[in-house]
């Protein structure tokens, strides 16, 4: 059973930074590897919105609103994806979640709130 679990977050001032965290348990490296990996938000009565993603060659996508600002990276041996996120601004607050998807199915972490306080 693939478990991700997260860790960072937190309370920030705007433009300060935050890393997020998030490992993968109860797959080899090797299947690891092959997926894509990302990161969601979702904001009160929002709807969950993509933030980054990275596939397995290491090719990434954000969104237009964290572009420059916000850095996506994977360690494949240590089975965890990172967002690394600076120049917050209060509109980045959310609830944000990694997933990974592996041969078809997504999995998603527990979630972690980022609040950014003006």
């Known amino acids: 059973q693939v478990q991700l679990v997260q860790s960072g977050g937190g309370l920030v001032q705007a433009g300060g930074s935050l890393r997020l965290s998030c490992a993968a348990s109860?797959?080899?490296?090797?299947?690891?590897?092959?997926?894509?990996m990302g990161w969601y938000r979702q904001a009160p009565g929002k709807q969950r919105d993509l933030v980054a993603r990275i596939g397995n060659g290491d090719n990434t996508n954000y969104a237009d609103s964290v572009k420059g600002r916000f850095t996506i990276s994977r360690d494949n041996l240590k089975k965890t994806v990172y967002l690394q996120m600076s120049s917050l601004k209060p509109e980045d607050t959310a609830v944000y979640y990694c997933?990974?998807?592996?041969?078809?199915?997504?999995?998603w972490g527990q979630g972690t709130q980022v609040t950014v306080s003006s």
């Open positions: 109860g797959t080899p490296v090797a299947i690891i590897r092959l997926a894509t």
């Open positions: 997933y990974a998807q592996i041969r078809g199915i997504v999995y």
